[in-house]
């Protein structure tokens, strides 16, 4: 009989259970796990270095695009436009004011005030605060301050084209707008529009207070007077008030504050030139009926004048050749009668 080897056993260590015919990878080591979470962070935050390395070649490839025309002195409104073309890509980071104020000085360049004055005013909006050093002194070279000064250039380009225009009114009020724009960056870091309004307030004053005292007294050649006396006072007072300047700009020997002091007493005369002009085309419509009046009075005065006293009319002088020859005639009829008739008495006729 044969005899049939039987099932084998299972070998020792064998899993008979196991239904996965894969045997499970073994866990990885903690430096691998750790440098793979750091690999998967570490994407996103290359992507973004990656990127603003583009935008920061870009905007600097783009900025020597447009100096190029601006640097040549002729091609103003070209490179405005090119640093336009920055504006939408420096918007949110890499100081926005820039492009701003870099297409709003070309302009001022180019004598296109209208249009520098929108975009210096976007970039007073954006540029950061601050018109002082360290030491607590205005200083030019801020950021804040450059953005001030050419947008004072601006306004003192508007105002120039209204005074030729014979606007006086809107170009003073433009000289005042460049006056508060400069100001801080002044050496006195205050601006003048301010105080000369509060100057001009009081002088409006003085003069409305005059003018009920002469409306009273109805006397015109004092009205005329009083006026001369207030200009030569106004005329007093701006020389003071210039005086005044040179002394404060004299104390103060800061170098940084030499251009914006210049640049501020020019837009001041200019200002007060536009106030003269102005108060010229005020008085050319009220004078000019007094004056009339003033001299048809007189005219009538002298009218009335004449007509009143007794004056004798000027002679005709042939009124007195006729009255000549006839004294004439008459001594020649009484000759004759005295040769005729003999009269007597111991006078010779001949």
Same mark, same amino acid.
């Given at each position: 009989?044969?005899?049939?080897?039987?099932?084998?056993?299972?070998?020792?260590?064998?899993?008979?259970?196991?239904?996965?015919?894969?045997?499970?990878?073994?866990?990885?080591?903690?430096?691998? #796990?750790?440098?793979?979470?750091?690999?998967?962070?570490?994407?996103?935050?290359?992507?973004?270095?990656?990127?603003?390395?583009?935008?920061?070649?870009?905007?600097?490839?783009?900025? &020597?695009?447009?100096?190029?025309?601006?640097? @040549?002195?002729?091609?103003?409104?070209?490179?405005?436009?090119?640093?336009?073309?920055?504006?939408?890509?420096?918007?949110? &980071?890499? $100081?926005?004011?820039?492009?701003?104020?870099?297409?709003?000085?070309?302009?001022?360049?180019?004598?296109?005030?209208?249009?520098?004055?929108?975009?210096?005013?976007?970039?007073?909006?954006?540029?950061?605060?601050?018109?002082?050093?360290?030491? %607590?002194?205005?200083?030019?070279?801020?950021?804040?301050?450059?953005?001030?000064?050419?947008?004072?250039?601006?306004?003192?380009?508007?105002?120039?084209?209204?005074?030729?225009?014979?606007?006086?009114? @809107?170009?003073?009020?433009?000289?005042?707008?460049?006056?508060?724009?400069?100001?801080?960056?002044?050496?006195?870091? $205050?601006?003048?529009?301010?105080? +000369?309004?509060? +100057?001009?307030?009081?002088?409006?004053?003085?003069?409305? $207070?005059?003018?009920?005292?002469?409306?009273?007294?109805?006397?015109?050649?004092?009205?005329?007077q009083d006026q001369q006396?207030?200009?030569?006072?106004?005329?007093?007072?701006?020389?003071?008030?210039?005086?005044?300047?040179?002394d404060q700009q004299d104390?103060?020997?800061? !170098?940084?504050?030499?251009?914006?002091?210049?640049?501020? +007493?020019?837009?001041?005369?200019?200002?007060?030139?536009?106030?003269?002009?102005?108060?010229?085309?005020?008085?050319?419509? %009220?004078?000019?009926? @007094?004056?009339?009046?003033?001299?048809?009075?007189?005219? +009538?005065?002298?009218?009335?004048?004449?007509?009143?006293?007794?004056? !004798?009319?000027?002679?005709?002088?042939?009124?007195? $050749?006729?009255?000549?020859?006839?004294?004439? &005639?008459?001594? @020649?009829?009484?000759?004759?009668?005295? #040769?005729?008739? %003999?009269?007597? %008495?111991?006078?010779?006729?001949?």
């Amino acid at each position: 009989m044969t005899d049939y080897p039987g099932p084998e056993a299972p070998k020792p260590g064998a899993n008979a259970g196991s239904a996965s015919p894969k045997a499970e990878r073994p866990p990885l080591p903690a430096h691998l #796990r750790l440098r793979r979470t750091m690999l998967a962070f570490s994407w996103p935050l290359m992507g973004a270095a990656l990127l603003a390395a583009c935008l920061m070649l870009g905007v600097v490839a783009g900025n &020597a695009y447009a100096r190029s025309p601006y640097q @040549e002195g002729i091609r103003f409104e070209e490179a405005a436009e090119r640093y336009r073309w920055q504006q939408p890509f420096t918007r949110v &980071a890499i $100081e926005p004011w820039k492009a701003w104020f870099n297409s709003g000085t070309a302009e001022v360049s180019g004598a296109n005030f209208e249009a520098a004055l929108t975009d210096l005013l976007r970039a007073h909006e954006l540029v950061p605060e601050g018109t002082e050093d360290a030491e %607590g002194m205005p200083d030019p070279t801020t950021p804040e301050c450059r953005v001030r000064i050419n947008l004072s250039l601006a306004h003192e380009g508007v105002g120039d084209a209204l005074l030729e225009e014979g606007a006086p009114s @809107e170009a003073a009020e433009q000289y005042n707008l460049a006056l508060d724009a400069i100001g801080p960056c002044t050496s006195d870091g $205050e601006s003048e529009s301010d105080q +000369d309004e509060q +100057d001009q307030e009081d002088q409006q004053d003085e003069q409305d $207070e005059q003018d009920q005292e002469d409306q009273q007294d109805e006397q015109d050649q004092q009205d005329q007077q009083d006026q001369q006396d207030q200009q030569d006072q106004q005329d007093q007072q701006d020389q003071q008030d210039q005086q005044d300047q040179e002394d404060q700009q004299d104390q103060q020997d800061q !170098e940084s504050g030499n251009d914006p002091d210049a640049t501020e +007493d020019r837009q001041q005369d200019k200002r007060d030139e536009a106030r003269e002009q102005e108060q010229e085309q005020e008085r050319e419509p %009220g004078d000019s009926p @007094e004056d009339s009046d003033s001299g048809d009075g007189q005219e +009538d005065e002298q009218d009335n004048g004449d007509g009143g006293g007794q004056q !004798e009319e000027p002679r005709d002088p042939r009124q007195d $050749e006729l009255e000549e020859r006839n004294r004439e &005639a008459q001594e @020649e009829f009484d000759d004759y009668e005295g #040769r005729e008739g %003999g009269g007597g %008495g111991g006078g010779q006729n001949w």
